[in-house]
């Protein structure tokens, strides 16, 4: 008869092994099978994958998309919490952000869903904090840190040209404001709004029939 020990060894042995089965995980191909306010369940033959998932890419599924995602796994004493992205790039960058002292899996998540990693990545390369702290609405300090933290590292990152284009999310969400709307509303209509609109008379009228 196995002893009260034995049984508590192979318990250890069998969380280690999940816990590198889960690691192993790079990505996922499923169908998505629920959507809820943070998250997707990702069904992969059978078997439903809780993924947290940031704020564009959540509005850009549909229950039974046919879809593959970039994952991470952020090992807790009492979770395993998966996170997930449509582009490697995303995951990429959400792996530096969560290297940054004081910012966590979520918070990191939260952050690229109020800005871009494209966004991002040019914000950092140019050390644009007003840039990062106006278009997103991330705090000051914190942007301060993602920039001086993240300037040497983000190696082959790649990202588009979008620095002209934050600076036009940028005087959009001045032109906003001076008529009167409120920066967060501001900035949630340019979330919403096709990248083909660059110039900003362009943003200003398409963010106007948003919030009118």
Known sequence: MPTTKSKENRAIQ?????????????????????IDSRYIILDVNGVGY???????TLHGFKKGDSKTMWTY?????DA??????????????????????????KSALNILS??????????IR???TS???????????TAEKIVLELKDKLGGIASDDVTGYMSSDMDTIEALKALGYDAEDARDALKKMPKEIQS??????AALKMLN
């Open 126 to 128: 140019t050390g644009s």
């Open 50 to 56: 809780k993924i947290f998932v940031n704020d564009d």
């Open 80 to 105: 395993l919490d998966l996170y997930g992205f449509s582009l490697k790039k995303e995951k990429d960058f959400f792996e530096l952000l969560i290297g940054i002292s004081g910012i966590g899996p």
């Open 114 to 123: 109020l800005i871009s990693s494209d966004q991002l990545v040019s914000a």
């Open 200 to 205: 900003t008379p362009e943003k200003v009228k």
């Open 131 to 141: 840039h990062l702290v106006k278009v997103s609405g991330i705090g000051r300090k």
């Open 14 to 34: 069998g969380i280690f092994v999940l816990c590198y089965t889960y690691t192993m995980i790079a990505s996922l191909h499923g169908t998505i099978s629920h």
């Open 73 to 77: 796994l952020a090992v807790r004493e």
